[in-house]
Structure formats: structure tokens, C-alpha cells
């Protein structure tokens, strides 16, 4: 009676294992937009602009389609660790070969190239035009007084912040002259707001594509020693297996470009016309851009 019981007890566990393993096959086989299974996709991404910008455009892009897409905003590092360890799917905003060169050592192996976007980004340090007399890097250190000996910068991760430590305060002879204050995205474009608007000298650590500078008249700092690094790459990046688990997605990003201008707008409409909704930035410029998800297809 025993064995009779142990018998029906083992092959109803073995029927329950199958059945869940049938519904994990299930889920994994709709992962890539082919089924009716898991269309969750989590896009990461860091306080930079083109970032906030074109992950909000992606979101709404792969929501039409059906998907189930969250944003988490975190810090650069975070990001990639969030990409290697799986928890994160999609980042739009990798800086290669030099910006984010350490976190692509750190993880390269456990990423995906998913496309390059854009190709013409740099880092810079810019000031108003209005101020007199410094023109480059080099004109720094004399003039360290005029900006309270402070270079306002972005978040502490930053591959910027990094660069702006480790090569343009040391090599322009700025370590005790100059400090960077390191602070966020959005409290740094808010000091350059309001020292512009006071007419005051502040010198900032910025980068090209930026909607700062079409609202702003500025004027990037001449960097003769190199230490900004040359133009970049903006790469789409995924965890490993994204482009297995989300065929059509990842052939989308494949073909996902946005000249200067398509950037400039979108950041426009999301920073300033629509600050703070996102989404009918996005809406207003698809619309203007009739063309652009026709490209993806």
C-alpha cells in the first residue's frame, strides 16, 4: 500500500515538473516578440540627455509593439552592472571606444553590440560666451579665480567625471588651482542656467549632442593636450542573450539612427517645450518625424 502511494506521489511530482517546465519553454520561446510568453524588456539608462531621450523614444517604440517596458535611471556603473548580472536588458547610451572604455573592460564579456546610433559624440568643458579670456583648457589656471576655483560637473560615476580628474585637472596644471564639484546632470544644467541668466562666469563639464547648446551661447574649451579624448560612437548595448531572446527588437536597433538635427528636436520637445512628460515629446515628435519608425523596419 506504501509503494502503491509513494508510486502515485512520484508521478504526480513528475507531471507538476513537466507541466512548469512546458510553461518555462513557453515563456522563453515568446521572449523574442514571436509568442504570446514574456515581452518585458528593461531599458537602464544614466541622467546624460540623448540617453533620457532616446530611451523614452524606445519605450514607446516597443510599447506599440506590445511590450512591457521599464526604465530604471541609474548611474553609468550601475547601468553596466545591471547589464552583466541580466537584471538590465537594453542600455541606448554606451560611449565607445573611450568614455565608458573601463566598463566595457570590466563587462565586455558579458555584453551585446546591438548598433551604433550616432558617431559624432565628444566630451567638452564649456563657458558662456561672455566670458572674456578663456578660450582653452591652458587659460584655465590663471583664471581659476573667476569661477570661484570651481569646474561644476555631473554625477560622480561619469566617464567625464573620470576624464575630467584623471587627465584635464592633472595635465593642464589645475589640481589645487581648480576643484570639480561633482553634483548630477540636472544641477549642473541648472547652475549654467542661472549664471547665464545672471551673467556670471561658471565653467561646466558638458558633451556633444547636448540641447544646451541651442538654448545656451557657449563656447567649448580648446583642449590642445587631447585629454577630452576624439569624437565617439554611441552604441546600443544589451545583456547576454538579448539578441537571441529579442530577435526583432535587436534587427530594430540594428538599423536605429538619428542625425544631429532628429536629436536636437527631440531633446527640444523633451527638455523644454514638454518638460516633464516625456511621453508627449515622443508622441509629438514621431509625429514630425513620419518617416523614422518606417527606418526600423
Not at 129 to 155: C, H, P, Q, R, W
Given at each position: 500500500?506504501?509503494?502503491?502511494?509513494?508510486?502515485?506521489?512520484?508521478?504526480?511530482?513528475?507531471?507538476?515538473?513537466?507541466?512548469?517546465?512546458?510553461?518555462?519553454?513557453?515563456?522563453?520561446?515568446?521572449?523574442?516578440?514571436?509568442?504570446?510568453?514574456?515581452?518585458?524588456?528593461?531599458?537602464?539608462?544614466?541622467?546624460?540627455?540623448?540617453?533620457?531621450?532616446?530611451?523614452?523614444?524606445?519605450?514607446?517604440?516597443?510599447?506599440?509593439?506590445?511590450?512591457?517596458?521599464?526604465?530604471k535611471n541609474l548611474e553609468a556603473g550601475l547601468v553596466y552592472g545591471g547589464l552583466a548580472n541580466g537584471d538590465i536588458d537594453l542600455f541606448l547610451d554606451g560611449w565607445l571606444p573611450q568614455t565608458h572604455a573601463s566598463y566595457l573592460e570590466k563587462?565586455?564579456?558579458?555584453?551585446?553590440?546591438?548598433?551604433?546610433?550616432?558617431?559624432?559624440?565628444?566630451?567638452?568643458?564649456?563657458?558662456?560666451?561672455?566670458?572674456?579670456?578663456?578660450?582653452?583648457?591652458?587659460?584655465?589656471?590663471?583664471?581659476?579665480?573667476?569661477?570661484?576655483?570651481?569646474?561644476?560637473?555631473?554625477?560622480?560615476?561619469?566617464?567625464?567625471?573620470?576624464?575630467?580628474?584623471?587627465?584635464?585637472?592633472?595635465?593642464?596644471?589645475?589640481?589645487?588651482?581648480?576643484?570639480?564639484?561633482?553634483?548630477?546632470?540636472?544641477?549642473?544644467?541648472?547652475?549654467?542656467?542661472?549664471?547665464?541668466?545672471?551673467?556670471?562666469?561658471?565653467?561646466?563639464?558638458?558633451?556633444?549632442?547636448?540641447?544646451?547648446?541651442?538654448?545656451?551661447?557657449?563656447?567649448?574649451?580648446?583642449?590642445?593636450?587631447?585629454?577630452?579624448?576624439?569624437?565617439?560612437?554611441?552604441?546600443?548595448?544589451?545583456?547576454?542573450?538579448?539578441?537571441?531572446?529579442?530577435?526583432?527588437?535587436?534587427?530594430?536597433?540594428?538599423?536605429?539612427?538619428?542625425?544631429?538635427?532628429?536629436?536636437?528636436?527631440?531633446?527640444?520637445?523633451?527638455?523644454?517645450?514638454?518638460?516633464?512628460?516625456?511621453?508627449?515629446?515622443?508622441?509629438?515628435?514621431?509625429?514630425?518625424?513620419?518617416?523614422?519608425?518606417?527606418?526600423?523596419?
Amino acid at each position: 500500500m506504501f509503494g502503491s502511494l509513494k508510486r502515485g506521489l512520484a508521478l504526480a511530482l513528475t507531471a507538476t515538473l513537466a507541466l512548469a517546465g512546458a510553461a518555462a519553454c513557453g515563456e522563453s520561446d515568446g521572449a523574442g516578440g514571436s509568442g504570446s510568453g514574456d515581452k518585458k524588456i528593461t531599458i537602464g539608462y544614466m541622467a546624460w540627455d540623448e540617453a533620457i531621450a532616446a530611451s523614452h523614444l524606445w519605450q514607446e517604440i516597443l510599447e506599440q509593439k506590445g511590450y512591457q517596458v521599464q526604465l530604471k535611471n541609474l548611474e553609468a556603473g550601475l547601468v553596466y552592472g545591471g547589464l552583466a548580472n541580466g537584471d538590465i536588458d537594453l542600455f541606448l547610451d554606451g560611449w565607445l571606444p573611450q568614455t565608458h572604455a573601463s566598463y566595457l573592460e570590466k563587462y565586455g564579456d558579458k555584453l551585446e553590440k546591438l548598433g551604433v546610433w550616432y558617431d559624432n559624440a565628444s566630451l567638452s568643458i564649456a563657458v558662456p560666451k561672455y566670458v572674456e579670456g578663456v578660450d582653452s583648457l591652458a587659460d584655465l589656471k590663471a583664471n581659476a579665480d573667476t569661477f570661484g576655483g570651481e569646474m561644476i560637473g555631473i554625477e560622480p560615476g561619469a566617464g567625464l567625471t573620470k576624464a575630467t580628474q584623471e587627465k584635464v585637472l592633472p595635465e593642464y596644471g589645475l589640481t589645487g588651482a581648480m576643484k570639480l564639484k561633482t553634483s548630477s546632470t540636472p544641477a549642473m544644467l541648472a547652475a549654467l542656467d542661472g549664471a547665464i541668466a545672471d551673467q556670471k562666469p561658471i565653467v561646466v563639464t558638458l558633451w556633444h549632442p547636448h540641447w544646451a547648446y541651442a538654448k545656451y551661447e557657449l563656447k567649448d574649451l580648446t583642449d590642445d593636450k587631447g585629454t577630452l579624448g576624439t569624437a565617439e560612437e554611441i552604441h546600443s548595448l544589451g545583456r547576454q542573450g538579448f539578441g537571441a531572446d529579442f530577435a526583432e527588437v535587436a534587427a530594430m536597433l540594428k538599423k536605429f539612427k538619428l542625425s544631429d538635427q532628429q536629436l536636437a528636436d527631440l531633446e527640444d520637445l523633451m527638455f523644454n517645450t514638454h518638460k516633464g512628460d516625456e511621453a508627449k515629446a515622443v508622441d509629438e515628435w514621431l509625429k514630425a518625424n513620419p518617416d523614422f519608425e518606417k527606418s526600423l523596419a
